[in-house]
């Protein structure tokens, strides 16, 4: 049996630039939007995390990445931006990753959550 690794095929200059273009996809959503939670429309965890946050009274911006075309590239571009696997939900609070649902719970379990949102709170 070979055990030997496998090369990595290298990128072509078109799949290099989409990944950039993705990435700059990413951070102008995450920059320009308080809170952002990347999800797939069929995922139970992105809605848990979705509706948690409207529950603490915040709108955050839900983008979908099965229902976008280049919804495989952007699992891609957020697995090389650090969300672990899998790539979503993958949660950005004021333009920072914050991670997946481990860590989203985690922050709100510990009371460190909500102050990370009060910026972004609506007052209803």
Not at 14 to 25: A, F, P, Q, V
Not at 32 to 61: D, M, W
Not at 93 to 105: A, D, F, R
């Amino acid at each position: 049996m070979n055990t030997s690794p496998v090369p990595l095929q290298p990128q072509s200059n078109e799949d290099m630039m989409l990944s950039n273009s993705i990435m700059e996809k990413i951070q102008s959503l995450t920059s320009e939007n308080g809170i952002v939670i990347f999800t797939k429309s069929t995922c139970c965890l992105c809605y848990a995390v979705t509706i948690l946050f409207q529950e603490l009274r915040v709108n955050p911006v839900v983008y979908e990445i099965d229902q976008h075309p280049e919804g495989r590239e952007m699992e891609k571009a957020l697995h090389k931006h650090g969300c672990k696997s899998p790539a979503v939900p993958a949660v950005f609070i004021g333009g920072k990753l914050v991670g997946s649902t481990n860590e989203v719970m985690s922050l709100h379990l510990s009371g460190s959550l909500i102050p990370l949102l009060k910026p972004y709170q609506s007052l209803s």
